[in-house]
């Protein structure tokens, strides 16, 4: 069946580093993929998506794009922010069986100042 | 506008309650769901309503019993729930729940629930 695979955290970085937090996928069709962020104490925002190969989400600074050769959907920002701090899921729309999101583990970020 | 309101934000219960979770939005989706998360864990989801029909059911116990009374609105009852289902519920909504390119789930702020 369909999987996602998200690197463990915590992550720390310092402000204005680069962030990459990592997501892998496997799927036997060809799924739509998301990325949420959750603040403290907060539900999920739709960060960004892309729902086919080759293209790139983006919102806030923060780039994600669709790799089919190496299933891939990497998060990245080029200067991360003290309020970037949260915790990072992966989702992909399963493309067998019934349709719903198969979530990463998530990756929290602490940026500190 | 891309909103799901949830009420109440937190709720405190004891073993022999009855309480309800509710969940609003209006963007007129056809697809609305509840997810129950535990402390640093991806959101698990427990039930979908298409078209206000139950769709799946994720072998939830009969303690959670959910309710679609319109297209925007979201019920879910509970009863004689147990500590270990202490956890934030979030109801999220998508345009409907069929396979389809970016068939985007939009998640609302979630219930903090305590069962004492």
């Known amino acids: 069946g369909d999987s996602v695979t998200q690197m463990e955290g915590p992550v720390t970085l310092s402000e204005e580093a680069f962030l990459t937090i990592n997501c892998t996928y496997t799927a036997t069709g060809y799924p739509s993929l998301f990325w949420y962020v959750q603040y403290p104490g907060e539900g999920l925002q739709l960060l960004l998506k892309a729902t086919k190969a080759d293209d790139k989400g983006s919102n806030k600074g923060f780039e994600a794009t669709y790799r089919k050769e190496t299933t891939s959907f990497h998060l990245e920002k080029g200067s991360v922010q003290v309020s970037d701090s949260a915790v990072y899921f992966c989702?992909?729309?399963?493309?067998?069986?019934?349709?719903?999101?198969?979530f990463g583990t998530g990756t929290r970020l602490k940026v500190l100042a | 506008d891309t909103e799901v309101t949830q009420t109440p934000k937190h709720l405190v219960m004891g073993m022999t309650n009855k309480k309800s979770l509710k969940c609003e939005q209006h963007?007129?989706?056809?697809?609305m769901y509840w997810y129950k998360q535990k402390a640093k864990k991806p959101p698990e989801l427990m039930f979908v309503?298409?078209?206000?029909?139950?769709?799946i059911n994720e072998s939830v116990p009969s303690r959670f019993s959910p309710e679609c009374p319109n297209s925007s609105l979201l019920n879910l009852h509970l009863h004689a729930l147990q500590p270990e289902d202490s956890a934030l519920y979030l109801c999220?909504?998508?345009?409907?729940?069929?396979?389809?390119?970016?068939?985007?789930?939009?998640f609302g702020p979630g219930t903090r629930l305590l069962v004492l």
């Open positions: 309503y298409s078209y206000e029909k139950l769709s």
């Open positions: 999220a909504s998508s345009q409907d729940s069929g396979r389809g390119l970016g068939k985007t789930q939009y």
């Open positions: 989702a992909l729309g399963a493309t067998s069986g019934t349709y719903k999101y198969i």
């Open positions: 963007m007129g989706h056809r697809a």
